[in-house]
Nanobody
Framework: QVQLVESGGGLVQSRGPLSLSCAAS????????MSWYRQAPGQAREMVAR????????NYADFVKGRFTISRDNAQNTMDLEMNSLKPEDTGVYYC???????WGRGGQVTVHS
């Protein structure tokens, strides 16, 4: 059974940093690409970043390029999202996703105050 549990996030002032982590279990983590998505209030979910199984290849949405960094530790079955220079429009619920399985975590809240 695939399980994804987000931790971190919280409340931060504009331009501040924040991080999220995802702990994965129930599958061979190192064999699958992973993603972070987010959903702002009243908006559809959107892709934030994705990382290949081995971690060498990453992709970012244009609105986070240069500010966010996705990474993973296949020995620990974890994936992180480091967020810098946060903006109020980055506010939302951030989800850890294992696309191959169609599995989503419950989400972690990120709130950026101006």
């Amino acid at each position: 059974q695939v399980q994804l549990v987000e931790s971190g996030g919280g409340l931060v002032q504009s331009r501040g940093p924040l991080s999220l982590s995802c702990a994965a279990s129930g599958f061979t983590f190192s064999s699958y690409a992973m993603s972070w998505y987010r959903q702002a209030p009243g908006q559809a979910r959107e892709m934030v970043a994705r990382i290949a199984a081995a971690g060498g290849r990453t992709n970012y949405a244009d609105f986070v390029k240069g500010r966010f960094t996705i990474s993973r530790d296949n020995a620990q079955n974890t994936m992180d999202l480091e967020m810098n220079s946060l903006k109020p429009e980055d506010t939302g619920v951030y989800y850890c996703i294992a696309p191959h399985f169609g599995s989503w975590g419950r989400g972690g809240q990120v709130t950026v105050h101006s």
